[in-house]
């Protein structure tokens, strides 16, 4: 690949038909760090529904109350059988009416992340947001969710792309998405007042539901967000740091109105934090309150550990699904010499000569593709509903991981014949309602110096303009970069 | 290693002295080998997310259980009891009935060599029948492909894309019902002559239109209906020129909080999803064998918000028309503080790898020693064997 092609398709989204021509060169990537935008206009006008998310959750466990106590109810007079199970079965209408929203409100966000993307005269930053947000990775999957994973990206990633990586960890992984996601919000310190005052109503009450330890978040933040799965952390490390952790939490009755709500929307609360000193890869945190989690987490993100973790994912990103180890000693080295300056290690990715190979170096995933698909065909006002719902057929919704680790970053898990099938079926749509001037030259100004000759005659011989798009779309060119 | 047919708890030390000798005499090969794997079909169900095996198959006659989890006894008053130790969830409707017709067992009890409680390090373990995370690129499940001898049988993933046990040099694709439109003929064609030069999107394009074909008309649009998607499953290997080995995942195990209703929910789906295969399959059925497998147990103690944490001990379960079922296999570690792995998982005692290679080589023909050795290399265990009916 040509270093023109390189800096349009491997390091940012692809030409981009409606836009002003760019020069495509490493010199315009290092611009694009000073001409980023961390809250464009298009993000002003967002109606922000994350409160809802706190709402649907006590609705639901009102919900599941009273399901308990119909169950109890009736397995006592032993008339029949339990109330069925299912998710969704006697949903109270407000609960049912919560989720629809839920559903448009990821669909609309789901649609600015995306339209972010295509008009983006800064798409290397854009794509940098995309990987962010994937390393910290929430998913609409869980109730209330909907609400809150846009929220995530674009307040606890975007505004810290190029700023610093403990500001980002802390922003992100105590925000009310991961809060929820992780079960964080449920977790409660095995003394702390809140239990203690528990336990003296139960001597005199019935028994109360039960509270306690959620060891999740502290776990993946270790293992995902931070050291990496064998960056020298253990089980008993898991506890100390879910026990700092405890607090940290979203709005909810047991509460009683106490606790701080942060900027986030979170909320930390003493009266379910863990009291005491903790000790974790062989340090101490005596701190009180909200301050001892935060000032773990600054401890995490300055870890060798970490270093080494998010410049292999970064290296991975860039420069192959098995990256030189040259280039993540580079990245590494920039990472802790500059105490995790993202703007920084941007700057040394872009001077790395390890980045500019000529093979094509990743299989673009496809939320990747539709972005430069839509980009290079021009068809940017396709509806939120259309392209969420490709995106969901190409395999790849928007915060929807399969897991807390993200969507994978390799090509076996993207290189599949269902997955090349569905690319097919959606260029061959896309095509129909798309502006069908110059393929050729499109293609040649999308790929300058890398459009391969088949490729080239492929286009040329096509039986009509539409056809010609459409197999663009699907050229080996743009299925790697 | 024992079957429970009938038995009291409690009861390690009795099961302790059978194991040695069954083991040993299990791991002997009990059929001659030449026999054809061509017409047998495989299918290997990956519940993602830990499934609890301790309330897939709850050990309710055992004291520790109780006292591990008060109350949880109340789920299963009106479910199968095998034993008097053990009963199987209640929302595995169909698995118990086929457990009754002698055609499911399970195994209890068991794990990979896979010691730590991360979900993605676990997968990858089970998916690519690896000692270390992410030092094997392929999958145990391609390797078996490429074991089985004479013409290659067609090896397909029922999911939206390639699951890590597939992956390999052996030819596999995987399929997943789409809602979009059916591109035109000569689209298809102009597609096949652009990847002409390309080996990577060649292979893959040739492999896709040859499931399309395979899977030909259906009205589904995606997999979330675990019925359709066993009776999809079951139509696109049943036939003889269809696929052979077969894998689907099933997502969303992982129950941190709340867990009797996520348990159900996902139980209630795993038993559609296996009924609907195991009816669609018809006389095929009795060609075929389910390993239904996950990649950790969950902790033995409840945990502050009615859940389960990441364990080490879990059930696997296995269905076929073939399989000599009805009973559980388990050398059962017991539920005492001290019995429990780092005083809080389920002790592993069975090698999830030794079942897995051991039922798939039986069932295949395939020398169950040099599947273990091929499938899950640098284990010092032997294949479990003994499982079908011969």
Redesign the interface.
Known sequence: MSRASIALNRFGYGVRTNGAARPASAADLLNQIERFDPSPAILNGREDTSALAGQIIEQLRTQ?RQRRELEQSMAASETGKSPA???DSNLPPELRAAMVTGHQTVRRDAGLRLQMAVQSDTPLIERLVHFWSNHFSVSYGKPGMSHQVGNHEFHAIRPHVLGKFSDMLKAAALHPAMLIYL?QY???G?DAPFQQRRRERQRTQNPT????????LA?EIF?LHTLG?DGGYN?ADVIEFAQALTGWTVENRRLRGTGTVQQSGAIFADMIHEPGTRRILGKSYSQESADQALTILDELASHPSTARFIATKLARHFSGDDPEPSLIARLEQDFQSSGGDLASLTRTLINAPEAWTGGSAKFRQPFEWLVSAIRITGAEDLSDRRTF?ALQ?L?QSPWRA??P?GYDDLA???????????R???A??FARNAPLDDVVGRAENAFPGAL?G??KL?LQR??SSA?AL??LL???EM?RR | MTNFKTFTANRRSILGGTLALGFGAMAMPRIAFAQSGGSKNLLFVLLRGAADGMEMLAPIGDPGFDRLRPEWNERFADSRKIGGLFAIHPALEQVSSAYGAGEALFVHATATSYRERSHFDGQNLLETGGMEPYASRDGWMNRLVGMIPGETPRALAVAPALPLAMRGSAPTSSYAPSNLPDPSEAFLDRVSSLYADDDQLAGLWQSALETQAMAGENSLRNLRDARAAGELTASLMRDEDGAKIGMIELGGWDSHAGQAGQFSRMATRLDALLGAYRASMGESWNDTLVLVATEFGRTARVNGTNGTDHGTGGAALLLGGNLSGGRIIADWPGLREGDLFEGRDLMPTTPLESVLAGAAAEHLGLDPQAALATLFPGRNIAPLTGLSKG
Request: glycine share 10%.
């Open positions: 599941r199970r299912g998710r079960d449920r977790s409660v095995p539901p039960q509270y306690g330890l959620n060891e999740n776990r293992e799965v089980q719902g057929q395999g399969p897991s680790a076996g898990s993207w290189a599949g014949p269902d997955a090349l099938f569905r097919i079926e959606v061959e749509r391969s088949p490729t492929a096509a039986e056809q459409a197999l699907v050229s080996p299925m």
